[in-house]
Each structure stands twice: as C-alpha cells, then as structure tokens.
C-alpha cells in the first residue's frame, strides 16, 4: 500500500510516500480503507520538530480519517465491511483510572495515530474497533474525517469544559484555523452569540457569512474594546482561546465576571502573564482541553447528524501532493481543512 512517512524532523524532505507491506490485522482491529484525511498542526510539529514525542522513526503520519469498513473479522456487531466510517485519532490503554471512568481523553498511556503510532495518511488502518464510528450519512469523506480532531476538540472544550449556553456570547480568536472554526460552527448550532477575531479582513467576512454575529480585526482593532463595546461593557461569558501568550491578556480582560476561558494552544508562546488579581477578583475560570473522549466523539457525531453540521474544507490535495498540502497549511492562508484524499483506484502492494 501506498503512505506518507516521517522519516526524521525538520524540513519537508523528512515526509516521504513510499510503498509499505499492508500490515495483518490483528483480532479486535478493524482494517479501513481510507477516503480521506486531513492535516493538522501536529502534522508540521512532527515534520519540524517532534520534541517531547516518543515514537520510532519511520512512522506513517496523519490523525484523522474516514473511509469504508474492509474486514473486522465478522465478530463486531455494530460493523460490516462496506461501512462508512469514521476514525477516533487517540487509543486508549482501557487501564488507566481515567480510561476507567470513561475519560480516555486523560488516559495515562493514551497513544495517537501519527504521534505515537502509524497514522492514517494511508491507503489502509488498522485501529482497535473502539476507535471506529459510523459516518454522519450527509457529510462526504473529506468532511467526515474533519470532525476526527478539530470539531472533537472544539466540542470537549465547549460543552464538556466551558459548558457554553445558547444565551451566552463567545468570543473566539484568530478564525480561520480548524479548530476556531469548529467552534464557531458549534456554538451557532445551539444558538450562542459569537465574537470572532482575525488579523485577515477577509477571513473575518468569510466568518461573518458563516453565521459569525461580529467580526474585530486584532491587528486594526483593539479586541478588548470592542468586545466591552458589542457586550454594553459587560465583557463576554466564554472566551475561546488557542494561540496563547499573544492573545491572553486580551482574553482575560474579554470575560464578564465569572467567566470562563478554555484554551487548547499555544502556538504564540506559552507563558503570558497569569493576572492572578483578576483571576481571582473578578472570580474567573480557566480550563485547558485537549482532543476528546470516545465518547464525547460519539456525542458529536450523533450532533453532527441532528443539526446537518458540515465541517468546511479548504483545499483538497492527494496522496502524492502531501509537501504541497503541508506547505498550505504552514501558510496561515487556509480557512477550513486541508484534506488529503487517498487514491481508491491504486493497487495493493504486498
Ligand atoms: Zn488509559
């Protein structure tokens, strides 16, 4: 079978397609055909870097995936070949205290595709039958094997942490990303009011006509003023943050009193100034969030599938076309998912 290794760190020589013997499936796994993947922003830190990341190199890359059921071995009850499906990226020990009541988002040993493990950047997958969902039917490949990181981290941070309310306003930074998208769309699906914020006047129009209620350019705009300002200077209940020390302050002096503030990145740095008066003061809460449980993916999923919700794609590249696909998503230009779509019509190496 054909997939995209990471051979080593930094640069895009590193990430290589080459052909690979179809591993055995092992009892309990499932093999699926893989239709599509998408890239996320652990795929660059892997190319550039990996620090911090126990793996052995070469390794296939990739989280996400959807695709169609080949063999389960005929004993799962809820799978048979041909089943749409879509893949959970994280493998749970099943062990742990965590992964005991039910949280395999903490798991002490948890493992993901293309961290830990191979990936999904493959014409096939063999994942634990835990891992695999069946596909909301409206939603094509490509927009299935989005929900796998983005959307799943973008729904334990606002419904499970932040708990935000239909009645409650949002303010979400630096749309245009995977998951501040993800969460834009999430919140205005129960009806919440949402504040976005971009330095690109052009992603914040795209925003707006996804059903944004108000747009604020960080570079031209002074985001804590206009969010008072939008909000009768009451500030907003939830603060949705992902970049880190670059927007902090700006997020703490966002929230009402009693505000809540949920953070899953920090690619601007990750030591801002903790404003404990403040915190303390104006009695706010902080939570971090990473990736999602079993089932929290399956709460989403069954979300997705009520409300119609269909995740945004930006570009599509192939398998083949995976130095192109990182270098767009590197970019910063991208508004919705970079997708791969693996070739169904290659053939099977042994
Ligand atoms: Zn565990």
């Known amino acids: 079978m054909k997939a995209a290794f990471i051979t080593g760190h930094g640069g895009n020589e590193v990430v290589q397609v080459r052909e690979h013997h179809l591993p055995e499936r ?13 890239l996320n922003q652990v795929d660059l830190y892997m190319r550039n870097s990996g620090a911090g990341i126990t793996h052995r190199l070469p390794q296939i890359m ?4 959807a695709g169609t059921v080949e063999d389960c071995g005929g004993a799962d009850p809820l799978l048979h070949p041909g089943q749409e499906v879509v893949i959970h990226p994280g493998v749970g020990c099943g062990r742990c205290e965590f992964c005991r009541r039910g949280d395999n ?6 493992q993901f595709l293309g961290e830990h493990r191979d990936g999904t950047f493959a014409q096939w997958i063999q994942v634990p039958a835990a891992q695999v969902f069946p ?13 796998g990181v983005n959307h799943l981290t973008a729904w334990r941070m606002l419904f499970t942490k932040a708990r935000l309310q239909p009645w409650e306003t949002m303010l979400v930074f630096g749309i245009g990303g995977g998951v501040s998208l993800a969460a834009l769309q999430l919140a ?10 971009s330095r690109d006047d052009a992603k914040l129009a795209r925003a707006l006509a996804l059903g944004a209620d108000h747009g604020i ?10 969010t008072l300002a939008l909000t009768d200077g009451r500030g907003v209940d939830v603060v949705f943050e992902n970049t880190g020390a670059a927007t902090w302050p700006a997020a703490m002096k966002s929230l009402v009193r009693g505000g809540r503030l949920v953070t899953c990145g920090a690619t601007t740095g990750d030591q801002p100034g903790a404003d404990l008066r ?11 969030s990473s990736l999602g449980s079993y089932g929290e993916f399956h709460d989403l999923l069954g979300f997705v599938q009520r409300t119609g919700l269909r995740p945004l ?6 398998l083949d076309d995976i130095h192109a696909a990182l270098d767009r998503l590197e970019s910063g230009a991208q508004f919705g998912k970079v997708v791969l779509r693996i070739d169904v019509h290659e053939a099977r190496a042994a």
């Open 26 to 38: 092992a009892p309990g796994q499932v093999r699926v055909r893989v239709q599509a993947a998408t």
């Open 62 to 65: 990739g989280l996400d995936a």
């Open 105 to 110: 988002a903490l798991c002490l040993r948890i």
């Open 135 to 147: 596909k909301p039917a409206h939603l094509s490949f490509p927009e299935a094997a989005s929900l």
């Open 188 to 197: 205005k699906a129960i009806g919440a009011r949402v504040i976005v914020t």
């Open 217 to 226: 350019n960080g570079q031209t705009q002074d985001v804590v003023k206009e």
């Open 278 to 288: 403040r915190l303390f003061v104006r009695q706010l809460q902080i939570f971090g």
């Open 313 to 318: 794609i930006d570009s599509t590249f192939s």
